[in-house]
């Protein structure tokens, strides 16, 4: 049973944005700053939130050359250098605005792991690409020595641009941004339905005491996998993704954020332990899921990967592990979209959505007005 208060009150805003990852806080944010006096609500149905930007590994990164050679056959040379600018003005967006001391933002390089000689061409290709928009060559040959994996290491690719966050230090420092703006979040508030009303949107939220309405000039969709419920012509499949993280041992106190198999698989150190994450190539259907769970082909393949790539000769303990959800397409663009005179969407951010979150945050809250 509602107060009059709730009744009132707490329920009448002008913009609502249903889903609290990275995008939602995002577009809350530059909204409320953009309209102070505005009421902004983000309902989100975990306690956390729910999906991926609390499960990610707080790579800041924006492309390895094997990622980018896919993007290239695919969108081609100028829709891929168009890309990459979008996630490094992203990230660029994410420090200014959070600061890199709140995110525990550190540039210390992106590494993409060769089993054999790379091609000196390719390298200097992506360079050259990327020199006219970002004002350096972010990409050299260096020596995987120190680092203590196997011998099939043959060499890595730095790319010098890229880093790593804390997910959470990040998350809660969003969080204190956007309350500090004034909005008000909710949490536990799963949205089951959302209806047209005059002037607006009647958004409903299945709670333990039954069904709750809100009502909302705007309402802005930052449901990322989970969007179809809402928009169900969207072009976007769920994609579930593991972490695993070891035991602190004194093997992992090298730096930098790694990868290979593609961009497939990702591994860094935190706090004295291996995090490593991915696979999700090895069950692509298995993991075309909304579900959380351990996928155990993952898990060996990843354990394998630890014991006989990364770590050759340690005794890596496994301490934990998660999963999260993000969201595919066609193509690696986010979908940025108008659904209705009431309503935007921001959704389908792929694996670098640590990058274009602020951005595409930013692009919704003007797409709102
Ligand atoms: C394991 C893993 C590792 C990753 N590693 C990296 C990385 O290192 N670097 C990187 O850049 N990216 C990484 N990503 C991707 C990145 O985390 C995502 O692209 C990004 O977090 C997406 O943000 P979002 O706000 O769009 O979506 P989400 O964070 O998924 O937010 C959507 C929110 O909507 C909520 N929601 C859904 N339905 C409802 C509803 N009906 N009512 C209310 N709320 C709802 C969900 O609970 C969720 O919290 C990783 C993702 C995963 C899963």
């Avoid at 949490?187 to 009502?215: C, N």
């Amino acid at each position: 049973m509602l107060s009059y208060w709730e009744k009132t009150t707490l329920r009448h805003f002008d913009l609502v944005v249903v889903g609290g990852g990275i995008v939602g806080h995002f577009t809350a944010l530059f909204y409320a700053q953009k309209n102070p006096t505005h009421r902004v609500a983000i309902l989100e149905r975990g306690l956390f939130p729910s999906g991926a930007s609390t499960k990610n590994a707080g790579f800041a990164c924006f492309g390895s050359i094997a990622e980018l050679e896919h993007d290239v056959a695919s969108i081609g040379e100028e829709a891929t250098a168009a890309l990459v600018m979008k996630r490094y003005n992203g990230l660029k967006l994410l420090r200014e605005t959070l600061g890199d001391e709140a995110t525990g933002y550190s540039e210390i390089g992106g590494y993409e792991m060769c089993f054999e000689s790379p091609k000196q061409e390719r390298i200097d290709f992506f360079n050259d690409l990327l020199e006219p928009n970002l004002g350096t060559r972010p990409y050299t040959i260096v020596s995987p020595d120190g680092y203590g994996f196997s011998a099939k290491v043959t060499h890595l690719i730095k790319n010098s641009l890229e880093g790593t966050v804390d997910t959470g230090k990040m998350m809660a420092a969003l969080q204190r941004k956007v309350a500090k703006a004034g909005v008000l979040t909710f949490t536990q508030s799963p949205v089951d339905r959302i209806e047209d009303t005059e002037g607006g949107k009647v958004i409903h939220i299945d709670t333990e005491g039954g069904t709750t309405t809100f009502f909302s000039r705007h309402v802005a969709l930052c449901t990322n996998a989970f969007s179809r419920k809402f928009l169900t012509d969207v072009d976007l499949e769920p994609g579930r993704g593991l972490v695993l993280v070891s035991k602190p041992h004194p093997a992992f106190s090298w730096e930098g954020s790694f990868h290979y198999h593609d961009g497939y698989n990702y591994f860094r150190t935190v706090d004295g332990r291996l995090l490593l994450g991915g696979g999700r190539h090895l069950d692509k259907d298995g993991e075309t899921t909304l579900e959380e769970g351990v996928n155990a082909l993952i898990k060996k393949a990843l354990k394998d990967d630890m014991a006989s790539l990364i770590a050759p000769g340690v005794d890596v303990e496994i301490d934990y592990m998660w999963s999260g959800v993000m969201a595919f397409g066609m193509n690696k663009q986010p979908v940025l979209q108008r659904v209705d005179s009431h309503m935007v969407a921001g959704v389908r951010l792929g694996g670098m959505g640590v990058a274009i979150g602020a951005g595409l945050g930013q692009e919704l809250a003007k797409l709102i007005g």
